[in-house]
């Protein structure tokens, strides 16, 4: 990458990074993404310790052959769905705009 | 069906070694027809690492789905669930959900700050020559044991799938298999690669399908019966294959190893630098999440086709005649494929699992090929100067010497665990590179000191706990006076004291903790060049600078 030391007495990123706009973006990312891994990661592990430490439960039968784990399980691919269409649209609708701005802004500041 | 083989034979191969050799010559013919055609001539380096961010997320998810799904995804899990149910289905779950960590946490923010190597993104707020040496040791552990393990999976197949039982003739076709990806990478760089890996990756899922949809069709679509018909036909196991603890259910270790294994699954592949790699061969952010929308899609769909793949084994070959046959529970799909459309199916599915091992092993070597070349000759031992074909001279050589060292390698594996070596590289990755990938996208207080902390650490101790862990020594053996299960096979030799297969529970928390005490005793902190990497982090600001260069 740029290894190139700065020259210029105002440095636009710096400057950007202090700005309220930047900090509201920032602390939308990290707002959206902290949480849900966090969720993502509980939920995982949830399922892990019950499928090591309560067989008996996981065994048991809901319908036919269908039993309370496999129904666990697969209810890890349906979150993992999920948080992957959610994700998508809120970045699409919520954070892209905002980020665009402010890289736009960048650019307009450097007289591009 | 005519060329339908007795299954009695099975023993030393199915079906007709002929047809499954013509198929995987007919893929490669076309590939490499492909590969010429769109991507061979001179290439600047950013063609050569990355296809200079040419292809789209669509695209680029289809490629990630075909590196993803090697040899141990496809043959491994479907092995898996046939001989332990549901405890091999655990395993395709932490290999999903450890997309979500690329997609939320890493994807994004890495293409937007990186260009060519993991090593761009962790060097470009600290000191380069360090961090990059320290990066570029952890890329190349990491994708040696990745290649060791589909180079030993190459060896498996090839006895059972080609009817080649001596070992100077495997060893030939493990050669065979390595001098081909060196084509491929040397003729196409990335772009090439990229296109094996997509096409590997379509045929796979096809052909998953195709088998899914069969299974399913022979019990009526009821999943039910399916299992039923699984339980039916294995006499050990029985309903257990429906609920967990067939293997690692056995005492308090196999439980807290379980728990390990999953931590290194689910934070291994964020962590992968031949899975990074792919982020850089899109053009931006929003096109580095559309690939990980694709590559989830696609990743999770196939899982869910390996659970019925992996239960039909069960049912319609059972797990008498999988044990019997060369390679074991990785015989199963290819076996089940060969049980349902004879010869011809098996034919197909052992072409794509030939492919398989090649796209991987191709991704894997043009990563560890950028990482010596622009890493190592280039920013490190040329201190940034240097030509562009210099730079991309000594990529080819890395290739090169990176085939060899897989063909090598691969002969000598071939008896190996592939699963082993698959968690291994997992944990490693786990532990060496996503603890210093997550600090240094958001954590200001992140340092050089921190970095070269949890990079070494987090190397050292996932390796060092593997030393001394059962899989190298002191397993007891199968059965009385047999062989160790251990690496070491003779059971004189016994230097374990860490109980646990896998290192991820102790050397991850330890490399992200070690990462947290180099930083705070150390003062180094460049407060212009965190601004510049949050800032583009976030808004993608120069990114086509890295494309248009």
């Given amino acids: 990458m740029s290894n190139e030391a700065r020259t210029q007495a105002e440095d636009p990123y710096l400057a950007l990074q202090t700005t309220s706009e930047f900090q509201e973006l920032r602390r939308k990312f990290r707002g959206f993404v902290f949480p849900m891994t966090a969720f993502f990661l509980a939920w995982y592990f949830l399922y892990v310790l019950l499928s090591i430490f309560a067989p008996g439960f996981m065994g048991t039968k809901v319908a036919g052959n269908i039993t309370i784990g496999l129904l666990f399980g697969l209810g890890q691919f349906v979150t993992t769905f999920a948080i992957t269409i959610i994700y998508s649209r809120w970045a699409t609708r919520e954070f892209d705009p905002a980020a665009d701005a402010l890289g736009a802004r960048l650019d307009a500041d450097k007289g591009h | ?549």
Avoid: C
């Fill in chain 2, 1 to 549: 069906m005519a060329l339908t083989l007795p299954m009695a034979d099975a023993a030393t191969t199915v079906g007709s070694p002929a047809l499954n050799i013509g198929i995987f010559a007919a893929f490669v013919v076309v590939t490499l027809v492909i590969v010429i055609r769109v991507a061979a001539g001179k290439k600047t380096a950013e063609q050569y690492y990355t296809a200079a961010g040419a292809f789209n997320g669509r695209q680029n998810g289809i490629a990630i789905a075909g590196d993803y799904l090697s040899a141990a995804s496809f043959l491994g899990i479907a092995g898996a669930i046939a001989l332990q149910g549901y405890d091999g289905f655990l395993y395709s779950i932490g290999f999903l959900v450890a997309w979500l960590v690329a997609l939320l946490l890493v994807a994004e923010l890495l293409r937007n700050t990186g260009r060519f190597t993991m090593a761009d993104v962790l060097s470009y707020r600290l000191k380069q020559r360090p961090v990059r040496i320290a990066t570029a040791i952890s890329v190349i552990a990491v994708s040696f044991f990745y290649l060791l393990a589909q180079m030993a999976g190459a060896g498996g197949l090839v006895s059972l799938l080609l009817g080649i039982s001596g070992e100077l003739a495997q060893d030939l076709v493990i050669a065979i298999v390595g001098i081909i990806m060196i084509a491929y990478v040397l003729i196409g760089g990335m772009k090439g690669t990229t296109w094996v890996q997509i096409i590997k990756a379509l045929l796979l899922i096809a052909g998953t399908f195709v088998i899914t949809v069969w299974v399913l069709g022979k019990y009526s679509f009821n999943i039910s019966s399916l299992f039923q018909a699984a339980a039916d036909n294995s006499p050990k196991a029985g309903e257990k294959l429906f609920e967990p603890g067939l293997k690692y259910g056995k005492n308090l270790t196999t439980k807290i190893d379980f728990i390990s294994l999953s931590m290194a699954l689910v934070l291994g592949t964020a962590g992968l630098p031949h899975v990074l790699q792919r982020f850089y061969t899109v053009p931006t952010s929003k096109q580095a999440r559309k690939s990980v929308e694709w590559a989830i899609w696609l990743i999770g769909g196939f899982y869910l086709l390996t659970l019925v793949v992996g239960y039909g084994a069960a049912a319609l070959v059972g797990p008498t005649a999988i044990n019997a046959a060369p390679g074991k529970a990785n015989a199963a799909a290819p076996l089940l494929a060969y049980e349902l459309g004879g010869s011809v199916l098996l034919g197909i599915i052992s072409g794509v699992a030939f492919a398989t091992i090649l796209a991987v092993v191709a991704g894997l070597t043009i990563t560890t090929s950028a990482t010596f070349a622009h890493d190592l000759y280039k920013e490190v031992f040329k201190r940034g100067s240097g030509s562009q074909e210099q730079e991309v001279r000594v990529a080819r050589i890395a290739a090169i010497v990176i085939g060899i060292v897989a063909i090598v390698g691969g002969i000598f594996a071939k008896s190996q665990n592939i699963a082993f070596l698959v968690a291994l590289a997992f944990a490693v990755a786990a532990s060496a590179n996503l603890p210093t990938i997550l600090y240094s996208l958001f954590w200001k207080g992140f340092n050089t000191r921190g970095a070269l902390f949890s990079i070494y650490g987090g190397l050292i101790s996932a390796i060092g706990l593997i030393i001394f862990s059962p899989v190298v020594s002191g397993k007891p053996p199968l059965e009385p006076g047999g062989p160790s299960q251990s690496m070491i096979q003779n059971t004189a030799i016994d230097f374990h004291w860490f109980p646990l297969d896998n290192p991820g529970l102790v050397s991850i928390p330890l490399a992200f903790f070690l990462g947290w005490l180099g930083s705070v005793t150390s003062k180094e902190h460049n407060a212009a060049k965190y601004a510049e990497m949050e800032v583009r982090s976030l808004t993608g600001h120069g990114v086509g600078e890295a494309i248009d260069h």
